[in-house]
């Protein structure tokens, strides 16, 4: 545990909490809290969580600026829904780019766990742009996501950051209820 992964961890907090409830304001929490988790992850051999961070900076910047041109008359973002086919395109290829991306990380580098951390890493990725564009599908996949990093970095004696993703699978699954809402 350090106090970089202290940091990372309460940014996380506040960002996640603001997401939840569709606020713009959670943008510079992500921007800074992934910028620290990219040096912690790379640190600790996860590549595929490190380069995700990266990844993470351009598409908040993209969600940043489409949530602020999609607000509702109330002044909150408003929610999407996938049709049904979208969905299946979606999970097929959340699940083409883990067998890929977890293949590569295992062929071409020491990853401490590549096909467990490059899983984690293309659902996140799944995720993060379904969030961007304010789909509530992003909240299933979110949580698909904790429920598997919360081991992984239990493993990897990561407590704060274990710590984190329960309180983001609990955010999750609030998000998911309170954007549920917001589409009735």
Known sequence: MSPLELVATSLGLVNVTLVVRRSLWNYP????????????????????DALLQL????????????????????????????????????????LAAAAAWGALMHRFTDAAYPWWDGSIAMVSIA???????????????????????????????MWPTAGLYCVFLALSVWGLIDWTKSRA
């Not at 929490?29 to 595929?48: D, K, N, P």
Request: net charge positive; glycine share 4%; hydrophobic share 55%.
């Open 29 to 48: 929490f992500a921007l800074a809290m992934v910028a620290l988790y990219a040096w912690i992850f790379y640190g600790q051999r996860l590549y595929s």
């Open 55 to 94: 990844f993470y900076i351009a598409v908040n910047l993209y969600g940043w600026h489409n949530w602020a041109r999609s607000r509702a008359a109330t002044g909150t973002v408003r929610v999407e829904r996938l049709p049904a086919q979208a969905r299946m395109r979606w999970l097929l290829g959340c």
């Open 127 to 157: 995720a993060q742009i379904l969030q961007s564009r304010r789909n509530w599908e992003s909240w299933l996949l979110w949580i698909a996501v904790d429920f598997a990093a919360i081991p992984l970095f239990a493993v990897k004696e």
